[in-house]
């Protein structure tokens, strides 16, 4: 089709869309809210440990406050029982199968609306401040920035969030900002240590909890705690819990002492649950390398609280989904919500409508972020409904499967499938046709994009060459301090180029594998949060070399590192 002035703009941007996959988001009426947004996302939360939602300890003091005069969505479940999938979903409103995010190194299907889009079309501001989007995972969210605005030694305690909000904006924002310090290990600073007695702190010596305090990654029954132990990872837990609450007490106090308090809603949400020895350990599918879809990994809070309203005081019983936050966050703003998502606005819920009943699916690779090539083929699914809920593995060799009553069973455990056979060929039913349809959705996409690559895509004045690394070298030893700063991986090569870097990392189980795509010829990492820095010499050693993308002729000498600790900082 040729192309002239009096072609229609809206043929263009059609066009535009199919051939480059881009992002087309159109603003189609005024905004109602002219409010700024955070979007607050925690890591690894168990819901049962909130004190909102009942918990005995006085764990969360400040969230409890700004729960008191919230909606409160008790029953919403995540997509999946890991951090990459189920931001996306909170993101974009889709399951990971259809939004893409499903595997570490995974990037959004181009094309797809993100809740950053939708606010970006209502010229709101939406900045960059997560650790985060410095890997793949994380690329392509539609927001101001492609590096984050982040701080020296910062990411953890909440600086960048706190700094950028002292800062004076001249227009409305959406931001988001990611708390992982829930994450294993579970290490919280003395002062929030308050729920261990003298007999815990004396086990903290115990090496199954030294163990639990110094690493990211404890895989599946590799430990067994005894029953004196079980108490105190708990109390450490809840340590954690209340060192995060303060924190989101000094992102209150920040919004008050700026005078935007009263225009700024927030949003509470998370990533997914985590486990607390309800089925025997702890963690979730990264940090155990098995996941599971028991309601203690996937049930996570979801809080809207707007200081305009004065009757915004509900909680809501009905169960939702982590996909129902982005269009439910659209909907109450005033924005139009993006057709074809998997998740609804359930804002009638909480005005006392009724609406259809939502039922709830989940995914996940078998080890999550941790998960090799041959695990990211092992799926757990599960679909939970108001009676009941199925979970099953599909390994390729079986397909077992646990059927459980979660109205009479909501601790799940007792798995009644084998007299219910009926019933769980339902839902199983259920779980194949939501397939059939994210595949085909999913299908639709991404055959509009162009995703094959050929010698003919390189500049025919460039002359290739092996790339040589500047930094590091061979061998070498890289010192790291609790301030953690950038580190710049640099090659020789041409700037104008696309180059993937192929890492390979670890040992044993906590051994990584994969490529990361970089457009010139350096790539930084950092700043990144004190608590992940001070776990790099976990993972030596480290080996990575570097390629032009597509060109396997082209890659460079493997390069061993590792991180040593100072005490600078």
């Known amino acids: ?9 809206i043929m263009i941007v059609i066009l535009l869309s199919i051939v480059f996959g881009v992002r087309v ?10 409010l700024n947004v955070i979007l607050l996302t925690l890591d690894s939360v168990n819901v049962k440990h909130l004190g909102f939602m009942g918990y005995k300890r006085n764990t969360t003091p400040i969230l409890d406050s700004i729960a008191q005069d919230s909606m409160i969505f008790e029953n919403t479940f995540s997509s999946a029982s890991w951090t990459s999938p189920g931001l996306h979903s909170v993101f974009t ?3 990971p199968t259809l939004h893409g995010v499903e595997a570490r190194g995974r990037s959004l299907i181009p094309g797809t609306i993100t809740i950053f889009d939708v606010f970006k079309a209502y010229e709101y501001q939406v900045p960059n401040i997560s650790y985060l989007t410095q890997i793949p995972n994380y690329f392509f969210l539609g927001l101001d920035q492609e590096q984050p605005q982040l701080i020296k030694n910062s990411a953890y305690n909440g600086e960048d969030l706190i700094q950028w909000l002292g800062k004076k904006h001249s227009k409305p924002f959406l931001l988001w900002y990611h708390y992982s310090s829930l994450h294993l290990p579970y290490k919280p600073k003395e002062k929030f240590n308050q729920f261990l007695t003298d007999s815990m702190r004396f086990l903290l010596k115990s090496e199954n909890l030294r163990t639990l305090q110094e690493n990211a990654v404890i895989p599946m029954n590799s430990i067994e705690f005894s029953t004196e132990e079980k108490e105190v990872v708990k109390a450490l837990y809840d340590g954690q819990l209340r060192e995060l609450d303060d924190l ?10 700026q005078g935007i308090d009263q ?16 089925h025997g350990f702890i963690g979730h599918a990264s940090t155990t390398h098995r996941a599971r879809l028991y309601d203690e990994t996937i049930k996570i809070p979801f809080i809207i609280y707007d200081p305009t309203e004065k009757n915004n005081r509900k909680r809501i019983r009905v169960q939702v989904r982590q996909v129902d936050i982005m269009p439910t966050l659209a909907d109450y703003m005033g924005f139009k919500v993006p057709n074809d998502l998997n998740g609804k606005s359930v804002l009638d819920l909480a005005k006392g409508k009724k609406m259809p009943r939502l039922d709830s699916f989940a995914e996940s690779v078998i080890a999550g972020y941790q998960s090799t090539p041959a695990q990211e083929k092992i799926k757990i699914r599960s679909i939970r409904l108001q009676k009941h809920k199925l979970i099953c593995i599909e390994d390729n060799i079986s397909n077992p499967c646990e059927l459980y009553d979660i109205k009479s069973d909501p601790g799940e455990r007792e798995n009644i499938i084998s007299e219910n056979s009926s019933i769980a060929a339902n839902l199983k039913g259920k779980i194949r046709n939501q397939l059939s349809e994210m595949n085909f959705a999913r299908l639709s996409r991404l055959t509009t994009q ?31 301090s609790k301030a953690c700063e950038k580190i710049k991986i640099d090659w020789s090569g041409d700037s104008e180029l696309t180059y993937v870097i192929q890492y390979d ?3 044993e189980f906590k051994n990584l594998k994969g490529k990361i795509p970089v457009k010139g010829t350096f790539k930084n990492f950092g700043l990144l949060p004190s608590h992940i820095c001070d776990l790099l010499p976990v993972w030596n050693p480290y080996k990575i070399r570097v390629s032009p993308y597509g060109l396997d002729h082209y890659w460079s000498e493997w390069i061993d590192f590792s991180f040593a600790r100072t005490n600078r900082g």
Do not use: R
Not at 248 to 257: A, E, S, V
Not at 457 to 473: N, S
């Open 248 to 257: 989101i007490g000094k992102m209150m106090y920040q919004l008050k002492k």
């Open 25 to 34: 988001w159109k603003q189609l009426k005024l905004k109602q809210k002219n």
């Open 263 to 278: 225009q700024t809603i927030i949003v509470i949400t998370a990533d997914h649950g985590e486990e607390l020895f309800e």
């Open 1 to 9: 089709m040729e192309l002239n002035k009096k072609t229609p703009i």
């Open 93 to 95: 409103g889709l399951y």
């Open 505 to 507: 990392i670890g040992l």
């Open 450 to 480: 162009k995703v094959e690559f050929s010698l003919k895509d390189v500049p025919k004045a460039k002359t290739l060459t092996k790339p040589i690394f500047v930094f590091p070298k061979k061998n070498q030893v890289i010192e790291i």
